[in-house]
């Protein structure tokens, strides 16, 4: 339980860490919201244009009588809409981690270079491209685990009882788990720590995680609340980081001062 506790309180130090660094959290902020953008243009041109898509992909049901036509692709529109909804909420981290890598490998080397002992952070000397090319593969290989958990939890959602109380809590502790490790791999990418040996490292602590990313999950529903928590979380995950790593953290003086840029 106390890593629990210590997961949430990564979670509050990251975001009081943007507070007093104006200038880093500005800057965080831009890949957010440039996500945001594209993610609402997306989901305007399902609505828009998803039913003539339907439409479309079923010309079986062309010469169905009233009213079962409309009903169908009325129920295909909205499963459509819903699986794109699911998908926006499922992959928002990834994408704003991936447009925002320079951004957020910025402000991360800063957390770390402020809470080392030695005032040094980490540099992965990689090139942008191929720092971009391992984040993307690295995000879609998570996707796809979370996928596989996100099918698994769906079936189990029609079971009497433990589907509509249990299921969706463990959903969030799920999704609280692949978040986390999308935040924390800003920071051990920069360290070469590979994908598979992230996730080991985040399985050997899960109630850490859990406390840091299930909370997080929960507030991540809604994409707006999203981009404003986002640089404190990549702040926070940095931290984290090395608590997982065995990395000492010195005690930062400056917690109670006001915003600086």
């Known amino acids: ?35 945001l953008v594209l ?10 244009w998803g039913e003539d898509f339907v439409g479309w992909a079923t010309p079986f049901a062309d010469d169905w009588s009233s009213p079962w036509q409309a009903l169908f692709r009325g129920f295909l529109t ?9 998908l926006a ?63 698994l939890l769906f079936a189990c959602g029609f079971l009497p009882l433990v589907g509509q109380t249990a299921v969706p809590v463990l959903g969030f502790f799920v999704t609280g788990f692949f978040l986390t490790e999308e935040l924390t791999a800003v ?15 985040l399985r050997s602590r899960k109630t850490l ?6 909370p997080l999950a929960l507030a991540f529903v809604v994409p707006f609340v999203a981009v404003f928590l986002m640089p404190g979380a990549v702040a926070g995950a940095t931290l984290m980081a090395r ?6 953290i010195t005690e930062d003086e400056e917690e109670d001062q006001p915003i600086t840029s």
């Open 1 to 35: 339980m106390r890593d629990l506790g210590a997961g949430f309180t990564y979670l509050l130090k990251g975001q009081r860490w943007v507070a007093r660094h104006g200038k880093q959290y500005g800057f965080g902020l831009l890949p957010g919201l440039i996500t």
């Open 39 to 48: 993610y609402i243009a997306a989901l305007v041109a399902l609505a828009v």
């Open 78 to 86: 909205a499963v459509l809409f819903a699986l794109g909804l699911l």
């Open 89 to 151: 909420v499922l992959t928002f981290t990834a994408v704003t981690l991936l447009i925002g890598q320079p951004f957020y490998e910025n402000l991360s080397e800063k957390v770390d270079r402020e809470v080392s002992p030695d005032g040094t952070a980490p540099e992965s000397g990689l090139p942008l491209w191929r720092e971009l090319w391992i984040s993307a593969r690295d995000s879609l290989r998570v996707l796809v685990r979370a996928l596989l958990w996100g099918i």
């Open 187 to 201: 920071a051990l990418q920069r360290r070469d720590v590979e994908l598979r040996a992230r996730l080991a490292l």
């Open 209 to 214: 995680v859990w406390g840091f990313g299930t």
């Open 243 to 248: 608590d997982l790593l065995g990395e000492e």
